[in-house]
Antibody
Framework: QITLKESGPTLVKPTQTLTLTCTFS??????????VAWIRQPPGEALEWLAL???????RYSPSLKTRLTIIRDTSKNQVVLTLANVDPVDTATYYC????????????WGPGTLVSVSS | QTVVTQEPSLSVSPGGTVTLTCRLSSGSVPSNSYFSWYQQTPGHAPRTLMHTSTTRSSGVPDRFSGSILGNEAALTITGAQADDECDYYCAAYLGGGIWVFGGGTKLTVL
């Protein structure tokens, strides 16, 4: 059974760095072709793709946010970590992680999401 | 920057047919099969409905179908039901490991 779950702070202050962790089971990010993405959704707004990390550790970032994002993986812990630097209230959103299986070009399994508020 | 445009809202009568569209504002996807569709009910994570533009994900009823024409993808619901009332998002894979989501369509069944 494949599961993903996001964790991290519920509240961060403006200018701080947000660190989120996606802990997954049922697949290995060491397996060729596997990848995990982060997607966010501000309250009442649309989904926004943020970043993805491939099985080989190669990262990909949204062009509009790439200067602020870092994505890394820890295959021994089955975790993917996303950091977003210099947060602003507009970064308030539910953050989801999702699995992209080998040979797929879509996101198949999603975590339940975690709501992060940015406020002083 | 590539933008994906969806109808902000649509309505359909119970039992009726509705088509949601997803259009790239500029450029093109590497292949016309690189669109996917997601369904989201309030307070829940998205659920994958359609991938490679026209393939239903496991467990998705056959009243959902996908089509593609150039840089525009479409999701058609035939025989709409009350529980189809929710938000629908498309995503386009632009290549190079980059995706972009559309603004979403809020579907009302009334």
């Amino acid at each position: 059974q494949i599961t993903l779950k996001e964790s991290g702070p519920t509240l961060v202050k403006p200018t701080q760095t947000l660190t989120l962790t996606c802990t997954f089971s049922g697949f290995s990010l060491s397996t060729g072709g596997e990848s995990v993405a982060w997607i966010r959704q501000p309250p009442g707004e649309a989904l926004e793709w943020l970043a993805l990390i491939y099985w080989d550790g190669a990262p990909r970032y949204s062009p509009s946010l790439k200067t602020r994002l870092t994505i890394i993986r820890d295959t021994s812990k089955n975790q993917v970590v996303l950091t977003l630097a210099n947060v602003d209230p507009v970064d308030t959103a539910t953050y989801y992680c999702a699995r992209k299986p080998p040979s797929a070009i879509h996101f198949v399994f999603w975590g339940p999401g975690t709501l992060v508020s940015v406020s002083s | 920057q590539t933008v994906v445009t969806q109808e902000p809202s649509l309505s359909v009568s119970p039992g009726g047919t509705v088509t949601l569209t997803c259009r790239l504002s500029s450029g093109s996807v590497p292949s016309n099969s690189y669109f996917s569709w997601y369904q989201q009910t309030p307070g829940h994570a998205p659920r994958t409905l359609m991938h490679t533009s026209t393939t239903r994900s496991s467990g998705v009823p056959d009243r959902f179908s996908g089509s593609i024409l150039g840089n525009e993808a479409a999701l058609t619901i035939t025989g709409a039901q009350a529980d189809d009332e929710c938000d629908y998002y498309c995503a386009a894979y632009l290549g190079g490991g980059i995706w972009v989501f559309g603004g979403g369509t809020k579907l009302t069944v009334l």
